[in-house]
């Protein structure tokens, strides 16, 4: 059965203390969530936020890893794994200096090949989480995406796409989600909302609506996540027009109607 996860950036503003935190965490668990992607805020242990998820009932998905800093980086990564219990290594996104040329994407490929290899030996896996600018075009037809597809091998860098962002970068999920087919286990989910205008008309105001309560074609997004390997659907509100609470409900309520 997949698994229904929340990406907890989305509720940021609930995680000031280990107090909210364990709150937080319980209300996440009591919507029906099952796992989560969290990074530890600064006030608490790897030890006792395991603690907090386990009285809870919650997993946690994955680590992160800063992409810039596999290296040094390395050895605490697999301690946080270890103690989270997780096998699963995500990252933060290309720099803003290497997303400037096409050069810098095969820069990034090779850096990530070379990281996702040394996890891999580890007995992790690595996933880099895209938005929309990387599918940049480049003068000679490749867009950032494919450069960072085409230069790394599936055994050592997966990928977790996100279908607002593929919908924002003028693809459409349902399709563009097969270029990941065989590399991604997790997929983040929001809907695509379109907010009254104002200003100019080329201005469109787009924003991150719940699930089913935007404009996707959820339906044939869900059919296609089947057909490629989602294992995980977790849901990222970047922003919540209504309270954050009440949206997490709903996104968990639009993918059970979806049938995950």
Same mark, same amino acid.
């Given at each position: 059965?997949?698994?229904?996860?929340?990406?907890?950036?989305?509720?940021?503003? %609930?995680?000031?203390? =280990?107090?909210?935190?364990?709150?937080?965490?319980?209300?996440?668990?009591?919507?029906?969530?099952?796992?989560?992607?969290?990074?530890?805020? /600064?006030?608490?242990?790897?030890?006792?936020?395991?603690?907090?998820?386990?009285?809870?009932?919650?997993?946690?998905?994955?680590?992160?890893? *800063?992409?810039? =800093?596999?290296?040094?980086?390395? @050895? @605490?990564?697999?301690?946080?794994?270890?103690?989270?219990?997780?096998?699963?290594?995500?990252?933060?996104?290309?720099? %803003?200096?290497?997303?400037?040329?096409?050069?810098?994407? *095969?820069?990034?490929?090779?850096?990530?090949?070379? $990281? /996702?290899?040394?996890?891999?030996?580890?007995?992790?896996?690595?996933?880099? *989480?895209? %938005?929309?600018?990387?599918?940049?075009?480049?003068? @000679?037809? +490749? &867009?950032? !995406?494919?450069?960072?597809? @085409?230069?790394?091998?599936?055994?050592?860098?997966?990928?977790?796409?996100?279908?607002?962002?593929?919908?924002?970068?003028?693809?459409?999920?349902?399709?563009?989600?097969? &270029?990941?087919?065989?590399?991604?286990?997790?997929? %983040?989910?929001?809907?695509?909302? !379109?907010?009254?205008?104002? $200003?100019?008309?080329?201005?469109?105001? +787009?924003?991150?609506?719940?699930?089913?309560? /935007?404009?996707?074609?959820?339906?044939?997004?869900?059919?296609?996540?089947?057909? #490629?390997?989602?294992?995980?659907?977790?849901?990222?509100?970047?922003?919540?027009?209504?309270?954050?609470?009440?949206?997490?409900?709903?996104?968990? =309520?639009?993918? =059970?109607?979806?049938? #995950?």
């Amino acid at each position: 059965m997949p698994v229904i996860a929340l990406q907890m950036y989305t509720l940021r503003k %609930h995680m000031s203390s =280990k107090e909210e935190l364990r709150e937080t965490l319980g209300r996440v668990a009591a919507i029906g969530y099952q796992a989560v992607q969290i990074t530890p805020p /600064g006030f608490v242990t790897l030890p006792e936020l395991r603690q907090m998820l386990d009285e809870t009932g919650l997993y946690a998905d994955s680590v992160l890893a *800063h992409s810039t =800093k596999l290296d040094e980086e390395y @050895d @605490d990564v697999l301690r946080a794994a270890d103690i989270l219990g997780t096998s699963v290594v995500r990252l933060d996104g290309i720099s %803003h200096e290497l997303a400037q040329s096409e050069e810098g994407y *095969h820069t990034y490929a090779a850096m990530l090949e070379r $990281g /996702g290899q040394r996890f891999r030996a580890a007995g992790l896996s690595m996933y880099y *989480h895209f %938005h929309a600018f990387e599918w940049v075009n480049f003068p @000679d037809g +490749r &867009r950032g !995406i494919d450069i960072l597809l @085409d230069e790394t091998s599936p055994e050592a860098v997966g990928f977790q796409p996100d279908i607002y962002w593929l919908a924002a970068a003028g693809t459409e999920p349902s399709d563009s989600l097969r &270029r990941f087919a065989g590399r991604a286990r997790y997929m %983040h989910v929001k809907d695509y909302g !379109i907010t009254l205008r104002s $200003g100019a008309m080329e201005n469109v105001p +787009r924003t991150f609506a719940a699930v089913g309560k /935007g404009n996707l074609n959820l339906p044939a997004i869900v059919r296609t996540a089947r057909e #490629i390997g989602i294992e995980e659907y977790c849901v990222e509100q970047d922003e919540c027009s209504d309270d954050v609470f009440a949206c997490i409900e709903e996104s968990y =309520k639009g993918l =059970k109607t979806l049938g #995950i």
